[in-house]
């Protein structure tokens, strides 16, 4: 690695069409898992939007005799994200959800425990953890000044501090490193929709203010560029301007880049899928890892097969900053967590409805909440290790 480069990650947020699919995918996974014997729900739910239109498909299993309300359930989510627009209102988009029907009964053989045999893995795949000691939380810096800068203007925005600011948003943070370590901001970038009455200089003036707020002040300079809306214009936007997807945004939702993304999106998943539940306690054990002081940077990767319950290997990366070797770390993991599917939903306790809160603003470097969201944020394990 170079020893001085620049590094560059983005953001969206939670107005961005992408994003809005990923809200309304989890909105149906929490729906599910808020019911009775949440253990035994199976959601994967993928989202479209487009000009005041919502198409939801997938395959999902609940309580019998529940009846999922996704119109309502969509409706609610979009309302909350705050669009009322012409072009995507809340209460005026058309809604099809005709493509959603019953898991596979072949996926759930492979799933499902049965007398001796553990719950598996619901599909194959490698996923990934990284933590570094970039910021407070253990993330890289670029993708967690980019989230903090989205998220402090969608409050912003809600609490109506900031008048003709629209939901739809980016974000984008480029910093100089030297042997590793960040020293100063070099460019930050923010496009964010706006009302027809507002010009690019008006939307500066509400939108540095926050930029200065959330970025470490030692990191701003006067080599510091800051540009807002580069186009000049960003009224036309969300799902109107854009269409969307769920699962589109896999970089912003892991480590902007910084690590390597095993390849499959988190939202509309419940826990037993491994690109989700997997993908977190690769995190947690990263981090716990440069949490409990053994490394200063750790990448960790797992793989799965559909059905099979223990992983098929594990991986550990600790870019040559860790006090004792890689292979002793995978000795500590194998013999401090139970890495099965079940095992992972257990430790983690994610048979609860707590996933629509990060389809926006990254999975990761998030607060542990008192519901038990991001509990893969705990550094709980570090002083075991």
Known sequence: MSKTYLFTSESVSEGHPDKVCDILSDSIVDDFLSQENPENSRVAMETLVTTNKVVMAGEVRGPDNYSCNYEELARNAVKEIGYEQEGFHWEKFSFDC???????????????????????????????????????????????????????????????????IQPDSKSQVTLKYNNGKPEYCTKIVVSTQHDENLDQQGVSEIIVPIIKEIMPEEWMNSETEILINPTGKFVIGGPDGDTGLTGRKIIVDTYGGAAPHGGGAFSGKDPTKVDRSAAYISRYIAKNIVAAGLAEKCTLQLAYAIGVSDPLSIYVDTHGTSKMSDDELIKKISSSVDLTPRGIRDLLNLHKPIYKKSAAYGHFGREPGDDGSFSWEKTDMAENL
Request: aromatic fraction near 6%; hydrophobic fraction near 35%; glycine fraction near 14%.
């Open 98 to 164: 005709s493509g959603v029907h019953s898991q596979s009964a072949d996926i759930a053989m492979g799933v499902d425990a049965s007398g001796n045999k553990d719950q598996g893995a619901g599909d194959q795949g490698i996923m990934f953890g990284y933590a570094c000691i970039e910021t407070p939380s253990l993330m890289p810096a670029p993708i967690y000044y980019s989230h903090k800068i989205l998220e402090q203007m969608a409050l912003d925005r809600k609490s109506g501090k900031t008048p003709g």
